[in-house]
């Protein structure tokens, strides 16, 4: 289905992917399942069953859409982000500011605390509607700094009360002559926190990419989740200059996306940029697994050398890159021998990850994805990792779909007794397997497990943890959990809670 | 609405403008003052994301207290929106119920119900008529801050778990309220300070809060106490004044936390007088305090005096923080080691009624130390104040949050993290009041120093 740029609202990806947030199964019922959704209807193996969303009447705290959106927005050089909300949505810009302070440093970009305001909305607001306040501060926002772009993020609050922000940045907009997005992104929009990044992507395929530059024929859009840029090692050799996008961009890089031969994104949870350059600019879309593990890597180089009409060398860049890696490959793969893992991470960044656990010869028989998406955007079925994970390396039998679900997550780790985890997201997930004695390798920037040094990276990140299970099996002796008895029993992510009336 | 700027460099920022560089959270963000209770679980009623982002800014990387949120949550969504909420709460609460183990749960909402109109507190009230030990505080996030919340849940707790008293009271029994819990990154060890010195002169103490405290039992026993401590300069006096009206509790309200022998010496007589204590164990446990702490002030003594004088020793001190630790600490350095105040900024929007007292306890600081304070929430502003303000002749030090990392570079001085967010500090224990808290405040500040003047 196109995606209507048109619109300032982007759809939900409940809407546009049919994705789901509770299940619990195999994950190859949960790859036949899906199936359904990209129209197969009765040709499906598994006679056209649905996918049919798991409930539970306790649910916990999660995360929000507009966190996304908020965050990505901030991270974007020379904006200012006004977050039209009460004061305790713009809480999240502590940890923004810490995450920006970072990348800075890794991208050799000037250390400087990203700018944020918050309208600070009170309860007279609520009342009265706060739009004089939101045109108050976006004036406020370009005295202080002169951004070359402000975005201005919704919130629950403003989006109950009705403010009109559209009207607003378009009138501020003639009359400061700075651009102004608004990324409509209220948290009750949308059930899972993913739909942040449609929210800002939408954003910017409206209005940061350039419609006037020329065709660079060695730039290549990768779009990525955030971290350092581990692409221009294995591009460059192809001939291809990387533009990295999200995760922290600058305006250049993003006005340029049009200007490129070809885009890839390192998740397809962020699919919905590439498939709107595709569609709307006329830049192809990489269709390809995504290159985690050796096969796979193998297979995305040579789907990107086929796009980008460079195959020439193609042969002897995954040649070289794999005899690179052999040998501490081999060592890591020997030190790892034996033990078991799971994965815990946003649908098809977990299956990534889920392939190079298996490529370094670990065991993993249980996975938590904080969501599923039964399709991509693109709608291409090379874009199906959960498909391409449980056909290439086998099935999963404990897949689990949950929202970073704390107490379902303890009754998948007790199923599993995994000898480390690895999970982003990592407030309640690293946490929660701490305190439970498992060693935990928490994946901050998501790149780390990319490409063939990404089973490096990975590898030896896990074997650095491993020896901190007697500190965590210590805490673990000496601190509990506030849930019932039978709950810290169970096993079950889904097992009943309250009996049928 | 009021003009959003002000360009002079006195005088506060005008009420509810915008914001730049959060410092507190919303007043659903007081969750983690149930948290900080032990033994009792917020069940929140509110958008997928309120708590979690509360919770991960005032706790997860404020000083890294830790970050595992298992907060129960209806996780707000278009159909509760559009048909209310109600129904999905009370679902939440009877799976809560069997699946969590608390002595106490406080049922919170966020902005979304209150702006929808749910009936919350006629869901929660089924409940605690059928001996679930559970309340509801309204904390919509539009209504206020985590300061205001905090007393809203505090209100909440005494009126529908604490019930009605008017048995004896425990004669040497105090009801503490001080710090906000996880906000002040140095609350945990704070407050086991607090209770120790309290102890040390005789009292029995409900502290409330934190590992030092025993959790709800405290909370049941808060009628019993012969009096409330308002350990800070406003929060707290609400509730203060509550419990006057409900158990004839009276209350002494001392604006600073003390930390240094001389004002803890001087904190710990008051508080003895008000509760008629016997002055010779007061005087022991005074003595032996002083011992130790000056015992350590004459060995440092030798560093300020200059052993190793290569080092810019501080001369004045800009303080950007919460109105409590602003005070306390500014307090501490005019008075203890002789610092000239700079710029002083609360940022926590205490209340209009509150504000004179709080200026006229900075305006007294030492015996001849004036100093004025500003009520600034907005980081933009208050740092257009310590920019444009005098340092002729002096070296400042800056006492404040991460966001004065900038602020601390452009003016060279040294930045000791106080406030929230403090995400350059990882605390566990540590304290900086009363008479041991006294001596980390004074290693932290001066390895700043020196660092300041040897890295970099």
């Known amino acids: 289905m196109a995606l209507n740029l048109k619109v300032p609202q982007a759809e939900t990806r409940e809407q546009r992917l049919g994705t789901i947030i509770q299940w619990d199964g195999a994950a190859s019922q949960l790859a036949r399942d899906s199936a359904f959704t990209h129209g197969c209807q009765k040709g499906c193996d598994n006679g056209g069953r649905r996918l049919c969303e798991a409930s539970t009447p306790f649910s916990q705290a999660s995360m929000c859409a507009e966190q996304i959106a908020v965050t990505n927005a901030t991270i974007i050089q020379e904006s200012v982000v006004i977050q039209h909300s009460p004061i305790g949505c713009a809480a999240s810009q502590t940890f923004t500011c810490r995450y920006y302070r970072d990348l800075a440093e890794r991208r050799g970009w000037k250390l400087e605390d990203p700018k944020a305001i918050c309208t600070n909305l009170i309860e007279q607001d609520m009342v009265f509607g706060g739009i004089r306040k939101l045109e108050e501060t976006i004036r406020e926002a370009w005295e202080r700094h002169h951004p070359k772009v402000i975005f201005i993020a919704a919130s629950c609050a403003s989006g109950i009360i009705g403010d009109d922000i559209e009207s607003a940045a378009r009138s501020l907009e003639a009359e400061l002559g700075v651009v102004i997005v608004p990324l409509y992104c209220e948290g009750f929009r949308s059930k899972h926190w993913s739909s942040g990044w449609d929210v800002i992507e939408h954003g910017i395929l409206r209005r940061l990419v350039s419609r006037e530059g020329k065709k660079q024929p060695d730039l290549i859009n990768v779009i990525h989740l955030g971290g350092p840029d581990v692409f221009s090692p294995l591009l460059a050799p192809l001939g291809l200059k990387t533009n990295l996008v999200m995760g922290g961009s600058t305006l250049d890089t993003l006005a340029q996306m049009s200007e490129a031969q070809a885009t890839v994104t390192m998740c397809f949870v962020l699919s919905y940029l590439a498939t709107g350059l595709e569609q709307d600019y006329g830049v192809p879309e990489v269709k390809a697994p995504l290159p985690y593990g050796l096969a796979d890597t193998d297979r995305w180089l040579r789907e990107i050398a086929s796009v980008t009409g460079r195959q020439g060398n193609v042969e002897a860049v995954i040649a070289a890159e794999r005899e690179r890696i052999a040998p501490e490959l081999e060592r890591i793969r020997k030190a790892l021998a034996g033990k078991k893992g799971f994965v815990a991470a946003g649908a098809a960044f977990a299956h990534g990850l889920l392939v190079v656990l298996r490529e370094l010869g670990v065991e993993v028989d249980s996975a938590f994805s904080y969501h599923h998406d039964p399709a991509s955007d693109s709608g291409d079925p090379t874009q199906d990792t959960l498909s391409n994970l449980v056909d290439g390396w086998g099935d999963i039998p404990n897949y689990t779909v949950s929202p970073d679900q704390h107490f379902q997550a303890h009754a998948a780790l007790q199923r599993s007794k995994p000898d480390f985890v690895v999970c982003r997201h990592s407030g309640t997930f690293a946490s929660l397997a701490a305190r439970m004695g498992i060693p935990v390798l928490p994946i901050f920037y998501s790149n780390d497990g990319i490409g063939y040094q990404g089973l490096i990276t990975i590898g030896r990140a896990i074997l650095r943890v491993l020896p901190r299970r007697r500190f965590y099996e210590d805490v673990s002796a000496h601190s509990r959990f506030p849930y019932q008895k039978w709950w810290l029993e169970e096993t079950d992510p889904f097992a009943p809670i309250i009996e049928p009336a | ?456």
Request: glycine share 10%; with cysteine.
């Open chain 2, 1 to 456: 609405m009021p003009p959003l700027k002000n360009t002079s460099l006195t005088g506060d920022c005008p009420h509810s403008g915008p914001i730049e560089q959060v410092r507190y959270g919303c007043t659903l963000g007081a969750l983690a003052s149930v948290i900080a209770i032990p033994g009792a679980v917020p069940i929140t009623h509110c958008g997928p994301g309120c708590a979690t982002k509360q919770f991960h800014a005032l706790s997860g990387i404020n000083a890294y207290q830790g970050g595992e949120c298992y907060v129960p949550s209806t996780n707000m969504g278009n159909r509760e929106v559009i048909f209310g909420g109600a129904d999905r709460l009370d679902e939440l609460i009877a799976a809560t119920l069997r699946v969590m183990e608390a002595d106490l749960f406080v049922v919170q909402t966020g902005c979304i119900p209150g702006l929808i109109g749910d009936d919350v507190e006629s869901v929660v009230n089924r409940y605690r008529r059928r001996g679930a030990p559970i309340v509801f505080a309204d904390t919509a996030g539009y209504r206020g801050n985590n300061f205001t919340g905090h007393e809203t849940i505090a209100r909440a707790i005494i009126d529908q778990h604490a019930r009605d008293y008017d048995g004896p009271k425990h004669e040497r029994l105090v009801n503490v309220w001080s710090l906000l819990p996880y906000q002040n990154p140095f609350w945990r060890g704070d407050l086991a300070e607090i209770r120790r010195i309290l102890e040390g002169i005789g009292l029995e103490v409900n502290i409330l809060f934190g590992p030092a405290s025993d959790g709800v039992s405290e909370w049941k026993a808060i009628p019993r106490a012969k009096f409330n401590l308002v350990l800070s300069p406003w929060l707290g006096l609400e509730t203060a004044r509550h419990l006057e009206t409900k158990y004839g509790q009276p209350f002494l309200h001392v604006p600073a936390i003390p930390i240094g022998a001389r004002l803890t010496g001087r904190f710990l007589r008051d508080v003895a007088s008000f509760a008629g204590l016997p002055p010779e164990p007061v005087e022991a446990f005074i003595a032996r305090e002083e011992r130790d702490y000056y015992l350590y002030l004459r060995d440092f003594s030798a560093f300020y005096a200059g052993c190793t004088s290569q080092y810019r020793l501080p001369s004045q001190f800009v303080i950007i923080g919460e109105s409590a630790y602003t005070l306390a600490v500014a307090r501490f350095l005019a008075d203890q080691l002789g610092l000239l105040p700079g710029v002083q900024i609360a940022t926590e929007n205490p209340p209009d009624t509150e504000r004179d007292s709080i200026r006229a306890q900075f305006a007294n600081l030492a015996e001849g130390v004036h100093a004025d304070i500003a009520f600034i929430e907005d980081g933009f502003e208050a740092h257009r104040r310590v920019i444009e303000s005098d340092f002729t002749g002096h070296y400042p030090v800056v006492f404040g949050s991460t966001w004065e990392g900038e602020l601390a570079k452009r003016i060279g001085a040294p930045l000791i993290e106080i406030a929230h967010p403090a995400t350059d500090e990882v605390v566990l224990s540590r304290s900086y009041v009363g008479y041991r808290g006294a001596l980390q405040l004074l290693e932290r500040t001066y390895t700043a120093v020196v660092r300041e003047s040897t890295v970099g």
